[in-house]
């Protein structure tokens, strides 16, 4: 890491954080994103999030367009819900009570 990327933690105290003028200044950080590793987990997610919401659309669509009911999409929707609640509930007090390396190697 360079002088010029050390965070504020790192420098001695009392000495103010370099001033970034113009479009910079309102702009994100796009810094880390100059490692591979990391570009390429980044752009995984996105892809993973952009999935994720085009499935969360297309399924109840895809339910209404052969059923004509929105009752079955409620449904569907609740058979999806129900499974999430309860094994949360569930995972989350074993999780508490177990080892977590012992639950990790299980998983």
């Keep these: 890491m360079d002088a010029s990327e050390s965070t504020t933690e790192e420098r001695e105290p009392g000495l103010k954080p370099p001033r970034r003028r113009g ?15 990391y570009r390429r987990l980044w752009g995984s997610t996105i892809v993973t999030a952009v999935g994720s919401q085009l499935t969360a659309v297309a ?3 895809q339910i209404y367009d052969i059923t004509g009911s929105s009752a079955w999409v409620g449904a569907a929707s609740l058979a999806g819900l129900v499974p999430l609640i309860v094994f949360a509930l569930w995972g ?6 177990m080892d977590r390396r012992k639950l990790l190697l299980i998983t």
Excluded at 25 to 35: E, I, N, Y
Excluded at 92 to 97: K, P, Y
């Design 92 to 97: 989350g007090a074993i999780a508490d009570t």
């Design 59 to 61: 399924v109840p669509k």
């Design 23 to 37: 479009r910079r200044r309102w702009a994100m950080d796009t810094r880390p994103l100059r490692r591979p590793a």
